[in-house]
């Protein structure tokens, strides 16, 4: 059993300790002793509130946790994205039940409420709890003033209790005279509160009392007070506590008189009350424990009804649902967009320096993620995100080229900047907001692009005539400039090559072009130029990436030496057979221990030997699991033509199941020692995962019928 004794001291929690729940705005992490570890509003990229993951001492946090010995459990309501924590020990069980509300589809008579919703309910005995509530806005930089004022927002029998508003100062903020850049500190303040709804579920228990006190954390590096409540729950009391941004209105909390008044005055008090909240503005109605019970149903039934959709039917069922739902959390609903990863900064390997913030909108990682949500049958999503993504064709940058990236927005500024005054996770310094590869070349995003438009038209909705002139001209640009070196998908920050990788992505986006003209008939002038850049490519990769001595396919033209499991795709986007030789003998040589010359460490692959290639990072990373899936792929479609590789596949990809968390989510990396490494819940990881599990689902169930 995990057993945890509580303390002052509380050190960081392992990344993988972690699950995440979501409203497609934002997403916030929840750690295994019931901590908000990372949580930014109202969107996936603005400023941190919570980032303790990223310091322990002042990076902010929201916990709920047992003062006495206890151990935890952690677990999705099924099919559902809403998280759910137990602490248990032999005097009592209490479950904290955590999500950001959503909308039943078709429920649009009332606005998406912006609340972080934790619901404390003792199951069996009695629990003594406590609550911290420590926001560190505009990520820990910005100080806060703090109050505990009278509620205005509850029924007006609990007139007498307190909520506690927190309101940020940003122009008082240390950081603005030491050149920070202005979009990333908080223009206007912002303000918080934190409200409680206490009920009493049983009868002949009495509706439990909370008293929400400040509390200062200064002397941890905090900016301003926190609030905490010292409270004991015995079976049938339930506490629930909501977190919002507090609306610019002020709404009236019901008729501005008590039960007794209304009785002296001859009135219903309950059809008083009913007049009253009507009233109040739709996105500040009365915390009622009707309204949230309506809120935790019909968010769960939101997360069910979506996965329902799903029309995978192959083996591996429970972990590619769970993959599609954490995906799910990664989209920004009102533009599209997905992010590469809700969380930022956090380790490639521990004390290192390989961290980066993954908030934004990766071509290529978004690209892979339609593949995997089109695969299960979500089309809803895959159009979404191509009108996101057309909308960036037509303001290409001057040259014709798209950014590798976007925010979620649709805009180009992601200005890197690293946060001193952070410790980083376990002291893995710098820690990060922003991305400095923004403005790298990386050719290889056409070609993850135009694979995603042309499974799109097979699946989603048909391109128009002018769609179709900007894919083209897209097309256009792959062939003028083919030959040119990139920094590639690794966004190496060092000289630029003729990675092997962007090539047969290069020759992957003018196939795809020349498919799509085909099959749908559209005209293409430029179809015979076309026709010879495919070749020539095609006859260059063969060329200059094969190291005739070593038998494989190197990382680049310049360094056919080095390893790279990033040509593992080339099967996988039919570039060539799985079963063609020059592959056949890479895929073997990656197969083989670092020590021996090849990159895979206990079945789990590395993306290159970071001691062999100079990628201008430097530092040390985890194996990566987007390369060991991509492996999985390669093994089961060579395993096609060749038995024992599709049993390695197998093997490979079960060891890999091991390796996610207790809730099924994955990271980037995994550590020599298993350890789950880099910023959660990775998108890439859970895309190539549900591709995996797909095709060699599909290859077993052939081969059985055989």
Known sequence: MNIQNPSAERDYIPIADHGLIGNLRTAALVSLDGSIESYCVPNFDSPSIFARILDKNKGGHFSIT??????????????????????????????VTDFLPRLENGESTHPLLFWLIRRVEVVRGAVPLRVECAPAFNYARDPHATQVV???????????????????????????????????MSHSPLTLDLRFLPESLLENVPVPEVSL????????????????????????????????????????????????????????????????????PKDDPVMTSELLDHLFVSTNNYWNSWIRKSTYQGSWKEAVHRSALALKLLIYEPTGAIVASPTFSLPEYIGGTRNWDYRASWIRDSSFTLYALIRLGFTQEANAYMD??????????????????????????????????????????????????????????????????????????????????????????????????????????????????????????????????????????????????????????????????????????????????????????????????????????ILKTPERGGLTSNNLVYRYDVNKSDDGVGGEEGTFCLCTLWCVEALTRAGEYERPLLQRAVAMFEDFLLYLNHVGLCTEEISESGDALGNAVQGFTHVTLISAAYNLSRTLANQRSV
């Open 388 to 589: 996101f993504i057309f909308e960036r064709l037509k303001n290409k940058n001057p040259d014709g080229s798209l950014q590798i990236m976007y925010t979620i927005h649709g805009g180009k500024d992601l200005e890197e900047i690293e946060l001193l005054h952070l410790d980083g996770h376990k002291g893995s310094k710098p820690v990060r907001i922003g991305n400095g590869a923004a403005d790298h070349v990386q050719l290889d995003i056409y070609g993850e692009l135009m694979d995603c438009i042309y499974l799109g038209q097979k699946f989603g909705r048909p391109l128009s005539y002018d769609t179709w002139v900007l894919v083209r001209e897209l097309v256009d640009f792959v062939v003028a400039n083919y030959k040119k070196p990139d920094l590639s998908i690794w966004e190496v920050r060092g000289k630029e090559r003729h990675f092997t990788y962007s090539k047969i992505m290069l020759w992957v986006a003018i196939d795809r072009g020349l498919r799509l003209a085909d099959k749908r008939s559209l005209p293409c002038p430029r179809r015979l130029e076309w026709l010879a850049a495919r070749d020539d490519l095609y006859e260059e990769i063969m060329h200059k990436a094969w190291n005739k001595d070593l038998q494989v396919f190197g990382q680049s033209y310049e360094e056919t030496d080095v390893l790279d499991s990033s040509v593992l795709i080339m099967p996988l986007v039919f570039f060539m057979t799985p079963s063609d030789t020059r592959f056949v003998s890479t895929l073997k040589q």
């Open 66 to 95: 047992p003062t006495v010995p206890f151990s935890t459990k952690h677990n999705y309501l099924p099919s559902s994205n809403v998280l759910q924590t137990k602490f248990l020990n032999e005097k009592g069980v209490v479950s």
């Open 213 to 280: 006190e400040t509390l200062d954390l200064s002397a941890k590096g905090h900016l301003g007070l926190a609030a905490q409540a010292e409270l004991t729950l015995v079976e049938g009391q339930r506490v629930t506590f909501v977190l919002r941004i507090a609306p610019e209105h002020k709404g009236n909390g019901g008729s501005g008189i008590d039960e007794e008044q209304a009785e002296q005055l001859g009135l219903n008090y309950q059809k008083l009350m009913a007049g009253a909240h009507k009233m109040r």
């Open 150 to 184: 009278p509620d205005d927002t509850i029924p007006l029998q609990f007139s007498k209790q307190n909520k506690v508003v927190f309101t940020s100062r940003p122009a008082a903020s240390q950081y603005l005279a030491k050149g920070a850049s202005p979009q990333n």
